[in-house]
Structure formats: C-alpha cells, structure tokens
C-alpha cells in the first residue's frame, strides 16, 4: 500500500462524510438564518429560540434522507472492503 492509496483512500472518506452530513448542515443553516431573521426583526434575543426549530427541521430531514444516507455509506464501506486484496496484493 503506497502512501497515495492511503491518501486517496482518506479523501473519498472525506467526501463521503461531507455528502453525507450535508443536507442536515444545510437544512440547519437555512432554519437557522430564518430564525435570525425573525429574531431581528421582532427584537427577540433569546438562545434557546434556535434550538428546538433546528431541531426538529434535522429530524425531519434525517427521516427523509436516513434511508439514502445509510445507502450511500453501505456502498462506500461495501467497495472499500472489496478493494482490499487489491490494497495489500
């Protein structure tokens, strides 16, 4: 295993985690940005008022996503495993 397997080996594991983790980062932008928002304009500073939108707006997009992600991921573990004979023979 020469050192640019393993360093293309670390860069599909970063890409599979940002493409994972990023409709849930962004839905809590987007919900975050529109409380800020709201709290602007109504001069509401209150910290907790973020939490329980992002919240449930997260668990709303885990639940549609959830099966998409979980098969995004089975499919990277299940070519890394098989590259595995290539990688040490």
Known sequence: ??????MEIGRQAIEVAL???APMLFAALV??????IFQAA???NEATLQFVPKLVVMLMVLLLAGPWMIQY????IQRLFES???LIG
């Open 1 to 6: 295993m020469t050192p640019g397997t393993v």
């Open 19 to 21: 493409t994972i983790s």
């Open 31 to 36: 919900v975050g940005l529109i409380v800020s």
């Open 42 to 44: 109504t001069q509401l």
């Open 73 to 76: 991921l089975m499919d990277y």
């Open 84 to 86: 595995i004979p290539q």
